[in-house]
Each structure stands twice: as structure tokens, then as C-alpha cells.
């Protein structure tokens, strides 16, 4: 059994020795027993960004998934005039004129719906080139017409139309042999293969 040592108090004389000791750590660190530490580095807090309410959430909550957004659109197919060595193909007969159609006499509304029709009918047909008399607007109108030549200007833009380009690829004047200023050629695009294909 082992007992445990007492300490005796410190004498005068060596509580004398042990100021005297302590006070030379004293003056060599005077600061050392009441510096503070430093103060730890924080770093800047992030900025978080609310969280958007959107509609999805809620349709998320409720089981519900939200109809995806309709797709676009598909673009207009291109519309240019028919090629020089093309035309001139036409006017000199080397290649056929697949159909024709003479809106003379008819009101505009009219001939918008024959033209119409009849690129629709040619192009199911398989027709490539066809031809489009308009007239040249020369004489004056007679009763219940409309004005001299109102044809030969809105034929070019019915089939510049966006909603006509899916069977209109290309028209130009025709030649003389055909009509000249008072017709028009109109190339038709193909149903089969590529719908751009003109």
C-alpha cells in the first residue's frame, strides 16, 4: 500500500527565490499571460439566391407533370425566281409546260381560289412547270369586274404567299411565245423526298 507525499509549505527564504524567478519570465514576456488570441478568420458569407416559385413546383407537389411548350413551327420553305437556263428552256419549248390555267374573267376572289386549286391538283399530278394567264390589264373594266390588270398584280403575291410555298418553289414572267407580261411561269415543288426540295 503506497501512501502519498505530503507537500511541505514553501520556506520564506524559497518563496523569495520563486518571485525572484517568476519575475524575470515577467518582464521577458510582459504581455504573454494577457495577449488574446486572434480572432479566427470568417470567411464572407455566399449570397444565395432565393429559390424562383415557379408554377413547376407546384405541379410537382400535386404529381403533376407540366405539358411541355408546342413546337415551332417549321420554316417556310425557300420561294426564288426560276433560274435563268431554266427559263429560257421554257421559252424556247425545250421544256414542257405541264399545265395552264386562264383566270381572265374572274373576279379576284375567284381566281385566288382557282389558282389556287389548280397548283394544289398539278402538283399531286406530278407537274413540274405550269403556266399562269393573268392577263396584262389593257382593256378597262366592264360591270361588276374588278379593275383592269388587278390580276396581273396580286397573282405575284399569292404565290409569294408563306402558306403557298408547300407547292410553289419559284415563278418568273413568262416569255413571249407564252403570254409575256400578261402570264407567269410557276415552278411546283415535288411531294416526294424533301418537302424543300424544289
Not at 107 to 121: G, K, N, P, S, V
Amino acid at each position: 500500500m503506497t501512501t502519498r507525499r505530503r507537500h511541505r509549505p514553501l520556506s520564506a527564504e524559497e518563496l523569495a527565490l520563486w518571485r525572484h524567478v517568476t519575475q524575470d519570465v515577467a518582464r521577458a514576456f510582459p504581455r504573454a499571460h494577457t495577449r488574446a488570441p486572434d480572432a479566427p478568420v470568417v470567411p464572407e458569407p455566399v449570397p444565395v439566391k432565393p429559390t424562383p416559385k415557379h408554377a413547376e413546383r407546384r405541379y410537382e407537389v400535386a404529381g403533376y407533370t407540366p405539358p411541355t411548350s408546342a413546337p415551332r413551327a417549321h420554316p417556310h420553305p425557300p420561294l426564288g425566281p426560276i433560274e435563268r437556263p431554266v427559263r429560257q428552256r421554257i421559252t424556247r419549248g425545250r421544256l414542257p409546260i405541264d399545265a395552264a390555267i386562264d383566270l381572265h374573267g374572274m373576279r379576284q376572289d375567284e381566281a385566288h381560289r382557282a389558282l389556287r386549286a389548280f397548283l394544289i391538283r398539278e402538283q399531286a399530278a406530278g407537274a413540274r412547270i405550269v403556266l399562269v394567264v393573268t392577263g396584262k390589264g389593257l382593256r378597262g373594266a366592264r360591270p361588276g369586274e374588278d379593275a383592269p390588270g388587278v390580276l396581273k398584280r396580286h397573282a405575284p403575291h399569292w404565290l409569294s404567299a408563306p402558306e403557298w410555298r408547300r407547292f410553289v418553289s419559284g415563278f418568273d414572267q413568262a416569255g413571249r411565245g407564252h403570254g409575256g407580261e400578261g402570264a407567269i411561269y410557276v415552278r411546283l415543288r415535288r411531294l416526294a423526298g424533301d418537302p424543300f426540295e424544289p
